[in-house]
T-cell receptor, first 113, second 113 residues
Framework: DSGVTQTPKHLITATGQRVTLRCSPR?????VYWYQQSLDQGLQFLIQ???????AKGNILERFSAQQFPDLHSELNLSSLELGDSALYFC????????????FGPGTRLTVL | LAKTTQPISMDSYEGQEVNITCSHN???????ITWYQQFPSQGPRFIIQ???TKVTNEVASLFIPADRKSSTLSLPRVSLSDTAVYYC??????????????FGQGTELSVKP
């Protein structure tokens, strides 16, 4: 158990809909990262937040957005969903020190029908 | 960001030592080398991290030559439960550009009885 929790575990929705994925980092970790893993793309970095502020951005679509709240939990919002958005979405957290080890949550499996 | 190249798959037998080599010719001065393990439908799990020479922990060793253009993950006496995908990552420390990690294809290790 990494200490990172993600909800929900599974999510099934239809194209065009909007969903919110939630992540609670390990106790004391200030940094949260979001990754997407699909069969054809592998594990892709989406975005990082540190203590409430966006710090790094990867290949995140404009239809996707994220935020980190004062209690340090984070939410990833996916809108106008397409079939190709079906994937595993992982959240990771780290303390944010000089050597930044990331600890991953169990993931949310999103299926868009 | 440095690109990594590692074998797509490897086979081994229980009790053997497994060495997985990763090449990262464009590694930058500030980059650390990190290895993760991932089981199907689970989040990646941190194994080991190093900057140069040799690092050892309770599960693995990491060998990094002086030029740092490659690294080797060594798993002593593997068991069936070590069957997983292993990712080699090269990333910058947190305080430079955020902890963005780039995951390559990974190496699918299959351990047979």
């Amino acid at each position: 158990d990494s200490g990172v929790t993600q909800t929900p575990k599974h999510l099934i929705t239809a194209t065009g809909q909007r969903v919110t994925l939630r992540c609670s980092p390990r106790s004391g970790d200030l940094s949260v990262y979001w990754y997407q893993q699909s069969l054809d793309q592998g594990l892709q970095f989406l975005i990082q937040y540190y203590n409430g502020e966006e710090r790094a951005k990867g290949n995140i679509l404009e239809r996707f957005s994220a935020q980190q709240f004062p209690d340090l939990h984070s939410e990833l919002n996916l809108s106008s969903l397409e079939l190709g958005d079906s994937a595993l979405y992982f959240c990771a957290s780290s303390a944010g020190g000089a050597v930044d080890t990331q600890y991953f949550g169990p993931g949310t499996r999103l299926t868009v029908l | 960001l440095a690109k990594t190249t590692q074998p797509i798959s490897m086979d081994s037998y229980e009790g053997q030592e497994v060495n997985i080599t990763c090449s990262h010719n464009n590694i930058a001065t500030n980059d650390y080398i990190t290895w993760y393990q991932q089981f199907p439908s689970q989040g990646p799990r941190f194994i080991i991290q190093g900057y140069k020479t040799k690092v050892t922990n309770e599960v693995a060793s990491l060998f990094i030559p002086a030029d740092r253009k490659s690294s080797t993950l060594s798993l002593p006496r593997v068991s069936l439960s070590d069957t997983a995908v292993y990712y080699c990552l090269v990333g910058v420390p947190f305080y430079n550009q955020g902890g963005k990690l780039i995951f390559g294809q990974g190496t699918e290790l299959s351990v047979k009885p």
